[in-house]
């Protein structure tokens, strides 16, 4: 079955620098969405890619989805110290628009 | 504009026990719904999945239940609870009709079996 695998799992991060969480699957995926999660909150979606090699971008946040469309980036720049949570990727798994969500990448920033 | 609540926020419960968790959204109209798990530190896991009521379609099998009994109201129950049922439950709703559109997450319920 489909299986995604994110990397890094933590993130340890300096306030202004970039950093770049990927997500892979063992598949070809239909589309992908990309959730924050906050410390002691719930995920909050972000964004959706759909199209091989689509790029979409929110301010410091650029979403990429790969050519074949087996794998997803998330790149943030100049990061502050309100990026700190977990980043999720969402395969959707069927028809029905179930997800299959990535174990996330928990990012710690520092001042 | 939609919302979606979940309730209670915390509980602690003994093993053994009864478990009933509610989710209601408010502001659409048969919506999918939605009941996932997340341990500490881990990912999301799906347990059930409703397009409509009394339609419940159960992702993994375990000791829980889950029913649809009005449009927007989902409920997780469990007749006797295990160790192993402490998580952080969570409930969403999408748009109906087939796949696609973002999920949104009601607030959760941090479950501690004891």
């Known amino acids: 079955g489909q299986q995604v695998m994110q990397i890094p799992q933590y993130q340890h991060v300096q306030e202004g620098e970039d950093f770049t969480t990927y997500c892979n699957s063992s598949t070809t995926l239909s589309n992908i969405q990309w959730y924050k999660q906050r410390p002691g909150g719930h995920p909050v979606f972000l964004i959706q890619l759909v199209k091989s090699g689509e790029v979409k971008k929110q301010k410091r946040l650029t979403f990429q989805f790969g050519e074949a469309k087996k794998n997803s980036s998330l790149h943030i720049t100049a990061t502050q110290t309100t990026d700190v949570g977990t980043y999720f990727c969402a395969p959707e798994k069927d028809s029905w628009g179930k997800l299959q969500f990535g174990a996330g990448t928990q990012v710690v920033v520092t001042p | 504009s939609q919302t979606i609540h979940q309730w209670p926020a915390t509980l602690v419960q003994p093993v053994g026990s009864p478990l009933s968790l509610e989710c209601t959204v408010e502001?659409?109209?048969?919506?999918?719904l939605y009941w996932y798990r997340q341990a500490a530190g881990r990912g999301l896991q799906l347990l059930f999945y409703?397009?409509?009521?009394?339609?419940i379609s159960s992702e993994v099998p375990q000791n829980l239940s889950a029913s649809r009994p009005q449009d927007r109201q989902f409920i997780l129950s469990s007749k006797k609870l295990l160790l192993s049922d402490s998580s952080f439950y969570l409930c969403a709703w999408s748009l109906a009709g087939q796949g696609g559109d973002e999920q949104f997450f009601g607030p959760g319920t941090r479950l501690t079996v004891l």
């Open positions: 409703s397009v409509g009521i009394g339609q």
């Open positions: 502001g659409t109209s048969n919506p999918n």
